[in-house]
């Protein structure tokens, strides 16, 4: 039971070229999310994913695309990276059967992306 | 929007109580969390507090709530140099997912 896996770990890009960050859990979440994290900023919702065939914006999602592609798997891409756009990658999972209870987020390891 | 602050640097010494601290703006949080960060890791949920509740202990951990000021406390006991580390709060508000807010994280250094 791995929990959730991300890939890369560390990604170097010059500005203006395109990657994808993948995400997979194996705990069969219902719902995944992508954050960022910066110096002093916490971490920051890029987008979410409620359940299977649904994704929705969350506070910083300009840049960014995602896509659900089965319960397993939710991948984040930079069409056009930017240098703003340098920041650890976060992805998680949870349950979220919304019942106004307790529903935790369990995350990868992260992914370290520099754009230069 | 929602606006969840902590300070950002603390320092105990070994032994002694770790107490951080965390404001946030949202009257409708349903529940709180405490997660820990591990250089180079992911985060880790240590606890978690449901919003009806003042007080929750788990172990060295003991959480505080007040809803009235909107104030939440983490508070380790004997603090030890593994627990080194930055802690963030987070609250839990209902918008389609399970949407967590993330306060900015407090870098807790453990002195021998």
């Known amino acids: 039971n791995a929990g959730v896996t991300q890939t890369p770990k560390f990604q170097v890009l010059k500005t203006g070229q395109s990657m994808t960050l993948q995400c997979a859990q194996d705990m069969n979440h219902n719902s995944m999310y992508w954050y960022r994290q910066d110096p002093g900023m916490g971490l920051r919702l890029i987008y979410y994913?409620?359940?299977?065939?649904?994704?929705d914006k969350g506070e910083v999602p300009n840049g960014y695309n995602v896509s659900r592609l089965n319960k397993r798997e939710f991948s984040l891409r930079l069409e056009s990276a930017a240098p703003s756009q340098t920041s650890v990658y976060f992805c998680?999972?949870?349950?979220?059967?919304?019942?106004?209870?307790?529903?935790?987020?369990?995350f990868g390891p992260g992914t370290r992306l520099t754009v230069l | 929007g929602e606006d969840v602050e902590q300070s950002l640097f603390l320092s105990v010494r070994e032994g002694d109580s770790s107490v951080i601290n965390c404001t946030y703006t949202d009257s409708s949080s349903t529940y709180l969390y405490w997660y820990k960060q591990e250089p180079g890791a992911g985060l880790q949920l240590l606890t978690y507090i449901f919003s009806n509740m003042d007080m929750k202990q788990d172990q060295r951990l003991t959480v505080l709530l007040n809803k009235k000021d909107k104030h939440l406390s983490l508070r380790i006991a004997d603090t030890q140099t593994g627990d080194s580390a930055i802690y963030f709060c987070?609250?839990?508000?209902?918008?389609?997912?399970?949407?967590?807010?993330f306060g900015t994280g407090t870098r807790l250094t453990v002195i021998p």
């Open positions: 998680a999972s949870s349950e979220a059967i919304w019942t106004g209870g307790k529903d935790t987020q369990y």
């Open positions: 987070a609250e839990s508000i209902r918008t389609g997912a399970n949407n967590l807010f």
């Open positions: 994913s409620a359940s299977e065939g649904t994704t």
